[in-house]
């Protein structure tokens, strides 16, 4: 889904029984978990590369799945290109300082002006893709290049 604000991201996971991903597990699941890929698919960066994105299809219109070998370590489908991903977190420039100083699985929960947003975006370059590739933007924004998934604990 698309075109839905932060809150409303977060509103319909909980109304779906789960909530949404922290950035710290948005990124252990882009990244392969210990094996810290640079796609979710792995390390190889020949062109075009198994996504949605501005050297592929590039369309906001695509099914979900479509890029099977862009799958990600745990086979989640659509990590990398098509939307930028909704995370719980609130926008902090200096998290992955943070998250190497010894917290574990943080979210930043801290009310911010911004949200954080993961997995780049049909219409940009692979750069943007990356696990590691963060941006933020206000919770209050719609657009039709962002959207979210569910996460849910075991």
Same mark, same amino acid.
């Given at each position: !889904?698309?075109?839905?604000s932060w809150y409303e991201a977060f509103a319909f996971c909980i109304w779906d029984g789960g909530r949404l991903p922290t950035e710290a597990e948005w990124e252990f699941a882009a990244a392969g978990g210990d094996e810290n890929r640079l796609y979710p698919w792995g390390d190889d960066t020949t062109e075009?590369?198994? !996504?949605? /994105?501005?050297g592929n299809v590039s369309s906001a219109f695509i099914n979900v799945g479509s890029f099977p070998d862009g799958n990600g370590r745990w086979d989640h489908a659509d990590?990398?290109?098509s939307r930028w991903e909704w995370a719980l977190d609130g926008w902090a420039e200096d998290w992955h300082t943070i998250t190497q100083a010894g917290c574990s699985d943080c979210a930043n929960l801290i009310d911010t002006s911004l949200r954080v947003r993961r997995g780049g975006y049909w219409y940009y370059d692979a750069w /943007?893709?990356?696990?590691?590739?963060?941006s933020a933007q206000d919770p209050l924004h719609r657009g039709s290049g962002q959207g979210w998934r569910c996460a849910r604990s075991p």
């Open positions: !889904m698309s075109c839905a075009p590369l198994p !996504m949605n /994105y501005s990590l990398s290109g /943007y893709a990356r696990a590691a590739q963060r």
